[in-house]
Nanobody, 125 residues
């Protein structure tokens, strides 16, 4: 059983920064893709960042490249999303997710099968 718990969301002004954390627990987590998604009100869920440690793969949505950084601790038990230069369009519920495909497949591939409850990020102008 895989369990994901996000934290670190909050309200910031445009240009500010936040670091989201996701505590990961469960079995067989040695070769996975750890990822962050987000969903804004009235919109679909979109992939933000992914990290496959075994192959050193990182994947970022074009909208966050250069502003967001995904990282993890050495045991795969915590994954972070460091967000800088936040903009109002970054406002969303952010979710931690896992794919057992450690090549970090396309966001809409349906291969992200584990989800946390989410943490809200609100950016004001």
């Amino acid at each position: 059983q895989v369990h994901l718990l996000e934290s670190g969301g909050g309200s910031v002004q445009a240009g500010g920064s936040l670091r989201l954390s996701c505590e990961v627990s469960g079995d067989s987590l040695s070769s996975v893709c750890l990822a962050w998604f987000r969903q804004a009100p009235g919109k679909g869920r979109e992939g933000v960042a992914g990290y496959g440690a075994r192959l050193g793969i990182t994947r970022y949505a074009d909208s966050v490249k250069g502003r967001f950084t995904i990282s993890r601790d050495n045991t795969n038990s915590i994954v972070w999303l460091h967000m800088t230069s936040l903009q109002p369009e970054d406002t969303a519920m952010y979710y931690c997710s896992i794919s057992r495909n450690d090549r970090c497949p396309e966001w809409q591939s349906g291969q992200y099968g584990y989800w946390g409850q989410g943490t809200q990020v609100t950016v004001s102008s």
